[in-house]
Each structure stands twice: as C-alpha cells, then as structure tokens.
C-alpha cells in the first residue's frame, strides 16, 4: 500500500478553476498533470459546502468599495436562461448572485437575491432605486420591493428595457463610462 501524495495547495486549484471560468472551459480541458478535473470539481463541491464562494464575494466587494466605491443608490436586477437572478450595482459590479438548476424559472430566486444584499455588502442607501428586468414584472415582485423599501421601476412585458438616459445601455447591460 503506498502513501498518498499531499493534496493539492488550495490556491493552486482555485486558479484552475478561476482559468475553466475566464476561458469557459470544462474543468477537464484546464487540468493539469498532478491535478485531475476530479480534484477540482471535489474541491469545488467542498468549498461549495462550507459557503467559501460567499465570503469570498464579501471580501472582494469589500476591497472594490474601499478601493474605487459600489454604486448602490441605483441597482440592476436580471434574470438568465442560464438559471441565475443577479443584482449589480449601478457600474455592472455584481452584488447579489444566485443560481439554479436546470429547468427552472429564475424568478423564484429573486426574493433570496434581494433579501441577500444587506447580508452581503451591508446596509444599503435610504430608498435605493432597482430595476428588475422585464422577466420579474409581477405583482409578487412589487410587493416584495416595496416591503424591502425599494423604490423600482419594472421593464414591462413585452416592452424592452429602455436605456438610462445619457448611458447608452440597458438597465441590465451598463456601458463603460
């Protein structure tokens, strides 16, 4: 019986995923010898467990505030195809993500994603403006904000998002600027 070498460092696999998630690569195209896509995924699904993801956002944020500020008297909120509910603040920085599994609608996720933000950047501005995408335009939604104390403005179905005035982007798509 042999003696199992040491696992890997966890910064060393951290940057293999980091390198599946700016490449969208699978994690079997981004291994590397000694360090097997199993590795990875375990790791992930360990840390995925133990919510490191979720400190892990609340200390960069934490940085980005310090170091350059958050926007947060006006907010974005977007649902996906790809089963996800974000809010960003207003330069795109985002705040709040939750995802899903397959075959699901991503507006159920939205009253975890708002409810989350407090936890996650701490207190927000006195009446912050949001601007939930034209999927969460429902009187569920409504309710919600107004008893988080948002003040929002819905895209309405079937209308598109409109820009922001002197922005040239959607609600859910900021452009540099």
Known sequence: MGVSPPPDPNRVVFNHMLAAL??????????TPGRSDRTIRRRLLDW??????VELLKA??????????????DLSSDGSITKRSVVTDARGIPLAPVGAGANRH????????????????????????????????????RHLLDELGYVH???????PAPS??????????PTPG
Not at 22 to 31: D, K, L, M, T
Not at 164 to 173: I, R
Request: hydrophobic share 30%; proline share 11%; aromatic share 8%.
């Open 48 to 53: 995925a467990e133990r919510d490191v993801g």
């Open 106 to 141: 991503d507006s159920p996720l939205y009253e975890h994603t708002m409810r989350q933000i407090p936890d996650t950047i701490g207190p927000l501005p006195d009446q912050p403006w949001v601007h939930p995408d034209r999927g969460y335009d429902s009187t569920p939604t």
């Open 164 to 173: 922001k005035p002197g922005n040239g982007g959607s609600w859910n798509t």
């Open 153 to 159: 403005e819905i895209a309405r179905k079937p209308i």
């Open 60 to 73: 960069a944020l934490a940085a980005y505030d310090q170091m350059i500020g958050l926007d947060l008297d």
């Open 22 to 31: 700016v490449h969208g690569s699978g994690y079997e195209r981004i291994a």
